[in-house]
């Protein structure tokens, strides 16, 4: 339970902050955040978005914490990269509940 609420947790984070260009009215690249299934598949250069227990190897969280450069509106809050690394550490698990979100095309 307490794993399916980290990744319940986890995409809330992420639909929040990255679904404007990774999800809501298009999706940037292979990521897509409105989908639990794709956003932990996804890859770029080779590299997967979110490397389950290793941050070091996830673009997405290099993108985020290291560079800084994600998501593009300004730094994520502390406490929602907190959410994400426990999430990563805790091998990506899904939510309780996986649900898509509305695909507006």
Known sequence: QADADLGAKAMAVLQKHC?????ATRASGPLDVRDYKTTVTASRKGKPYFAAKDADK??????????KDMPQDGEMPAADQDVLKAWIAAGVPAPAKVVAAARPF
């Open 58 to 67: 996830s673009f997405a969280w290099q993108r985020i914490a290291v560079e």
């Open 19 to 23: 679904g404007a260009c990774h999800g």
